[in-house]
């Protein structure tokens, strides 16, 4: 069982001694005077030198910003451009693969359902199914090339504009 709390004995609280208050009244009391002469008496500032500057070098400065980013508009033109152009490339590649596949896919089954003895159907169904697999991997490792190809190219402009002397 829990025993019972034991009542603590009350500390004696610090009272707050007379001669800290004495100090606070006395400090509020003290006149403002000796820091007002201090403040006066301090020398101004002296104001920093004014650096001029030569109109004809910020000139010089926005016309090199301005062919630097012409010279980048133009790259990421010509980016767009081959990008546009690959990505046509490649949607046509994947669209003759799809093509294919599927009629191959019907030719299969051609095969399959074609009144023949059992073993010259699966001699073949499966040859059907080689040239299938043959024919279709070889159209998706065009396309995976011609994708590579596509970033590549894309890619080229914005990095010979990057590697520009002058830049």
Partial sequence: ???AKKPRAKRATKAASPELKAD???LAA????????AVTAAKPATPP???EVEPVAAEALFSSAKKQS???RHAVGEAVTVSAKGALEVNGKIIDALTIQSSAALDLWRSAISPAPLPEALKAQSQATRLAYEAASAQWKDVAESAALWFTKSLE???SAFQRPGR
């Fill in 30 to 37: 003290a006149p403002a005077a000796p820091a007002l002469e």
């Fill in 1 to 3: 069982m829990a025993e």
């Fill in 24 to 26: 606070l009244i006395e």
């Fill in 70 to 72: 012409d010279a980048f």
């Fill in 157 to 159: 402009p914005l990095h």
């Fill in 49 to 51: 030198k004014v650096v």
